[in-house]
């Protein structure tokens, strides 16, 4: 790609995280807190994405300034260096105590996550300390070798967009910095078929082009967006064949939405961390309608009782199973039930990637095969052509039982970051119901 790295990335981003472990343990970073952190800092600096860390540093920056909401889409916030470097993020590393008075440190080991579980006082100064950490590991996000790919996909308001350019500018200053586009269709984003009609271009992020170059350069990939502005076209892979580095940013309503809530309650959303959000229930996220309809007929249904179970059930409703034979998608609620209720299930029970990853590591398989049989099973594996590959597998029998329940699984991470989302919701309609009425539920009126 003939678009120029960004000088000095690595120092950039390592002084910044080195800030951040300063602030969030201030009596020394535990041992094992700071393995996780050299580990991914050494699989970064032999990757290509130091560009894109650097990246999502300065964007993140520039979101705390302008006090507008940003996230982070897909597996990638499973990385601790993004939560060092990030903004509306959660601490990835496994549930931990920590005292900031004395640097007591005591690692929990839990399929729970650190806000599910309850305060205590320090047992060495007595002080009242609160757990952390969501349980992802490193192979999340950079797989076995580090070559896993890494997507940087922003979720962000409209009014984001002109300071995400600002930045862009500034890291190229000899690049053009142009508006990218997708096509937009009736049903989402989508291939279109016969059935289907583009109705407009939808901003997506900008392209960097090579120095020298414009958009004239181009001209199988100009149209133009909605207000008449030309703009670049096509998928990130093809625009990459044309040498363009391409920033994503999907403006999406509920973002805009939170940023309404933060103007109208004076509270903002990079204050609602996850220990500002324990006492979310999952009857508080069901009635800001924000789940989708799968979800909320299993929140409904089985009244889950922590962040991880609501991580759980939401998977639920974006994996897809073996066993479901409803054309429209949803789950059949009794195979589903059946599929709980299997002897299998209740010693395995596993819900996203992740889980089937830390049962196999709990059983004493070698953390490569443990992720590479994850891998599979995500893929649909034990349930597809590929099962006699699978079934060779040296792993339990019981995980191999449960797997076969699954067609593709999703990511925990982008579940947290849906239920956290959502838990944001809910906290300002806790605190002002009046104005989360007249933001969310008039707006759908």
Request: glycine share 6%; proline share 6%; hydrophobic share 35%.
């Amino acid at each position: 790609m003939n678009i120029p790295h960004i000088e000095h990335a690595l120092d950039h981003i390592i002084a910044a995280c080195q800030k951040k472990l300063s602030l969030l343990y201030p009596q020394g970073i535990p041992e094992p807190i700071c393995n996780r952190y050299n580990k991914e800092l050494t699989l970064l600096s032999h990757s290509n994405y130091i560009d894109d860390f650097e990246i999502l540093r300065l964007l993140s920056e520039e979101a705390q300034k302008s006090s507008v909401p940003m996230h982070m889409r897909g597996t990638a916030m499973g990385s601790f260096i993004y939560y060092l470097l990030g903004v509306n993020c959660f601490n990835p590393l496994p549930v931990h105590y920590y005292c900031t008075d004395c640097g007591y440190y005591e690692e929990i080991h839990t399929h729970l996550f650190g806000i599910d579980l309850p305060s205590k006082k320090c047992p060495q100064c007595g002080k009242d300390i609160t757990a952390d950490g969501f349980n992802l590991s490193p192979e999340s996000v950079w797989g076995n070798d580090g070559k896993k790919i890494i997507s940087f996909d922003y979720t962000v308001s409209t009014e984001f967009f002109p300071f995400a350019r600002r930045v862009l500018t500034s890291i190229y200053p000899n690049n053009p910095i142009i508006p990218w586009g997708m096509f937009q269709l009736e049903a989402g984003f989508l291939i279109p078929d016969n059935d289907e009609q583009i109705i407009g271009i939808t901003p997506a992020g900008y392209a960097v082009l090579p120095a020298g170059n414009t958009i004239q350069d181009y001209p199988d990939l100009i149209s133009y967006l909605e207000d008449g502005e030309p703009c670049i076209t096509g998928g990130g892979w093809e625009l990459s064949v044309h040498l363009l580095k391409t920033i994503r940013l999907c403006p999406l309503d509920y973002i805009d939405e939170l940023l309404s809530l933060q103007r109208a309650t004076g509270i903002y959303t990079n204050e609602l961390t996850p220990n500002t959000l324990r006492d979310i229930t999952w009857s508080n996220i069901y009635n800001t309608t924000m789940l989708n309809n799968t979800a909320r007929i299993l929140f409904h249904e089985m009244k889950p009782k922590t962040f991880k179970d609501m991580v759980d059930l939401n998977a639920s409703s974006h994996s897809s199973f073996s066993w479901n034979k409803n054309a429209a998608g949803n789950i059949d609620f009794f195979y589903f039930q059946k599929m709980l209720s299997s002897d299998a299930f209740k010693k395995y029970p596993c819900f996203t990637r992740e889980d089937f990853f830390d049962y196999l590591i709990e059983f004493g398989i070698e953390r490569s095969l443990a992720f590479e049989a994850a891998e599979q099973i995500r893929k649909g594996y034990a349930s597809s052509s590929n099962k006699e590959q699978f079934d060779k597998l040296p792993i339990p029998d019981d995980i191999k039982k449960v797997a076969r329940n699954y067609l593709y699984l999703f990511p925990r991470a982008h579940e947290i970051e849906y239920i956290l989302l959502y838990a944001q919701f809910a906290y300002y309609a806790k605190i002002n119901s009046r104005a989360f009425s007249k933001i969310i539920f008039n707006k759908k009126n």
